[in-house]
């Protein structure tokens, strides 16, 4: 198992719907959780952190939390064009504290 | 302020030249990160330095690679001798004091083609 796994995409989503992104992790005791935006030809950008389990809201993001089940989640509300983006997870490992990213969904809004 | 600052922006090179790209962090982070790019691999950390100072170095893929912090602001990543596989998109990064879980800010990135 990949470390940290994600659905490269692309994901198509029409305007003003929710864009639903997922990420898996093998490293169990791991407790922090990250969400970068990268645009094409752009660096990463942080947009969301998550340490607990549950949920955790910032304007139209969520990002969703399951230890137990490995599993990481973002969710774009009301998604806009200006969101179409490459959108990566990352991982901070229990067993070393490296930060591992996944290879990205590319996430694609349709006007 | 600038953010952070790499150079240059875009590196052409042949197979057996050396490298060297440079990074200008933000005034007053503590932490400073390389990173590289790749279709292939994604994103990975290379090194990283807290006040100037190696922290970990496990992610620099081999003798080729060597990183410098000669002071707060101003690093440098060298790849001698540069090989194909080397192609990638290097990014630097830095954060305030806190280590890796802290927000980082990425420099706009290096992209490097090695022929």
């Known amino acids: 198992q990949k470390e940290v796994e994600q659905n490269s995409g692309p994901l198509s989503v029409p305007e003003g719907a929710i864009a639903s992104l997922n990420c898996t992790y093998s490293?169990?005791?791991?407790?922090?959780f990250f969400w970068y935006r990268q645009y094409s030809g752009k660096s990463p950008e942080l947009i969301m952190s998550?340490?607990?389990?549950g949920d955790k809201e910032d304007g139209r993001f969520t990002a969703q939390l399951n230890k137990a089940s490995q599993y990481v989640s973002l969710l774009i509300r009301d998604s806009q064009p200006s969101d179409s983006a490459t959108y990566l997870c990352?991982?901070?490992?229990?067993?070393?504290?490296?930060?591992?990213f996944g290879k990205g969904t590319r996430l694609h809004i349709l006007p | 302020d600038a953010g952070v600052i790499q150079s240059p922006r875009h590196e052409v090179t042949e197979m057996g030249q050396e490298v060297t790209l440079r990074c200008k962090p933000i005034s007053g982070h503590d932490y400073l990160f390389w990173y590289r790019q790749t279709m292939m691999r994604g994103l990975e950390l290379l090194i990283y330095f807290n006040n100037n100072v190696p922290i970990d170095d496990s992610g620099m893929p081999e003798d080729r690679f060597s990183a410098k912090m000669p002071n707060a602001s101003f690093s440098t990543l060298k790849i001698q001798p540069s090989e194909p596989r080397d192609s990638a998109v290097y990014f630097c990064?830095?954060?305030?004091?806190?280590?890796?879980?802290?927000?980082?800010?990425f420099g706009p990135g290096t992209r490097l083609t090695v022929t």
């Open positions: 998550i340490y607990s389990n």
């Open positions: 490293d169990r005791g791991s407790q922090s």
């Open positions: 990064a830095s954060s305030l004091a806190g280590g890796l879980p802290v927000k980082q800010y």
């Open positions: 990352a991982v901070v490992m229990n067993r070393d504290d490296k930060i591992i």
